[in-house]
């Protein structure tokens, strides 16, 4: 079976705090995902990557960096978390467009 | 740009009745996927069911179907003899050629009653 782990169930971060989520696959997929989930809006996605060291902007990527250094860890960073971060972080691989999920990472920042 | 539309934010069916989830879609591509995902209150994110665009036939798994109506950009999933355990929020999702991204909808909220 496909396993993505995100490293973090649940955070409470300060504002300006720098955050990590972390997230890895073991299935070789290429690409890797991140979305954000919150009420009324679905899931919007705020990176991807499609290989090692490449990135590519979701919909939202204001506020938020990623990087990949090996194919199967995906990093989200926060740099200074602000409070309309609080929210639902979903980290996704892919093969064939069939996303697999992690089990998701609620951040509160206070 | 890709976007899907989910115009009911909550649905209610009786156990053991069928119930559609209303999805449309907009994209410019010719070739596309469509995806229907589950999440339970745990949070997890359970594929369902994928159409592709060129598909003849609508996908089915098990007791979901996917009503793909093209020329209107549909793409319902219709859940036949719905069960307690279906509860949850719905989300129609699709991706362009290269499969390169998922845009997710808002998500229906389904409440199965007995």
């Known amino acids: 079976d496909v396993k993505v782990t995100q490293s973090s169930r649940y955070l409470v971060k300060r504002t300006g705090e720098k955050v990590f989520l972390e997230c890895v696959q073991d299935m070789d997929h290429e690409n890797m995902f991140w979305y954000r989930q919150d009420p009324g809006l679905g899931l919007r996605l705020i990176y991807f990557s499609y290989d090692v060291k490449m990135k590519e902007k979701g919909d939202i990527p204001e506020g938020y960096s990623v990087s990949r250094e090996k194919k199967e860890r995906f990093s989200l960073i926060l740099e200074s978390a602000s409070t309309n971060q609080t929210s639902m972080y979903l980290c996704a691989s892919s093969l064939a467009g069939e996303l697999f999920f992690g089990e998701g990472s609620r951040l509160t920042v206070l | 740009a890709q976007k899907i539309t989910q115009t009911q934010p909550g649905m209610f069916v009786q156990e053991k009745e069928a119930v559609t989830l209303d999805c449309t879609y907009d994209?410019?591509?010719?070739?596309?996927?469509l995806f229907w995902y589950k999440q339970p209150s745990s949070g997890e994110m359970i594929f369902l069911i994928y159409q592709g665009s060129y598909d003849q036939q609508n996908a089915t798994e098990g007791r979901y179907s996917l009503n793909f109506q093209k020329a209107r950009k549909s793409a319902n999933l219709v859940i036949s003899a719905s069960q307690l355990g279906d509860s949850a929020m719905y989300f129609c999702a699709m991706t362009n050629t290269g499969f390169q991204k998922l845009v997710f909808g808002t998500g229906t909220r389904l409440l199965v009653s007995p």
């Open positions: 994209t410019s591509d010719p070739s596309y996927g």
